[in-house]
T-cell receptor
């Protein structure tokens, strides 16, 4: 069965600092990997996804993530945090069989000035 | 920009009562989903729906849950006899291509509180 582990339920950074949100997955078949963001009182919005091809994936708002098969990881990064990046971030996994999108518990990102 | 809309945004109900949560997916999407998030826990998959039938469901989606697409626009989740543990935020989502390689578009959620 697939699963996702997000390390750190809460990450705090200063404005301008590097953002690193960690995600490790477990899948017996090649995974499809996703990062979603949820701003307060809003639904989940896709940030980026990896299905096949290039392992470094760029998304919206300056975020990117790298699929590392050897480490079973799909960490989300952004070089310089903005106050507007404060939100809940969810990593999710699926696969080619089209099984359900499985979410991690989420990481709350706080950005201070 | 097209969006998924959900009603109600918040519903309070007594244990044992029936609840219907409503969703209007994006109009050209063919795949529909319900997820839920109990406070402080993961977003959990409940069910997916395609071509007027359930395509996949989780262990959570037992006999007290049902889904329906009663007309060309609405997609509903019914909980027949609510329990305290059904209290959660319920998210509806839709996608154009399905098989989870396409983007899921989520609504803002319906918060269900069971007393």
């Amino acid at each position: 069965a697939q699963s996702v582990t997000q390390l750190g339920s809460h990450v705090s950074v200063s404005e301008g600092a590097l953002v690193l949100l960690r995600c490790n997955y477990s899948s017996s078949v090649p995974p499809y990997l996703f990062w979603y963001v949820q701003y307060p009182n809003q639904g989940l919005q896709l940030l980026l996804k990896y299905t096949t091809g290039a392992t470094l994936v760029k998304g919206i708002n300056g975020f990117e993530a790298e699929f590392k098969k050897s480490e079973t990881s799909f960490h989300l990064t952004k070089p310089s945090a903005h106050m507007s990046d404060a939100a809940e971030y969810f990593c999710a996994v699926s696969d080619q069989a089209g099984t359900a999108l499985i979410f991690g518990k989420g990481t709350t990102l706080s950005v201070s000035s | 920009e097209p969006e998924v809309t959900q009603t109600p945004s918040h519903q309070v109900t007594q244990m044992g009562q029936e609840v219907i949560l409503r969703c209007v997916p994006i109009s050209n999407h063919l795949y529909f989903y319900w997820y839920r998030q109990i406070l402080g826990q993961k977003v959990e998959f409940l069910v997916s729906f395609y071509n007027n039938e359930i395509s996949e469901k989780s262990e959570i989606f037992d006999d007290q849950f049902s889904v329906e697409r009663p007309d060309g626009s609405n997609f509903t989740l019914k909980i027949r006899s609510t329990k305290l543990e059904d209290s959660a935020m319920y998210f509806c989502a839709s996608s154009e291509t399905g098989r989870y390689t396409g983007e899921l578009f989520f609504g803002e959620g319906s918060r269900l509180t069971v007393l």
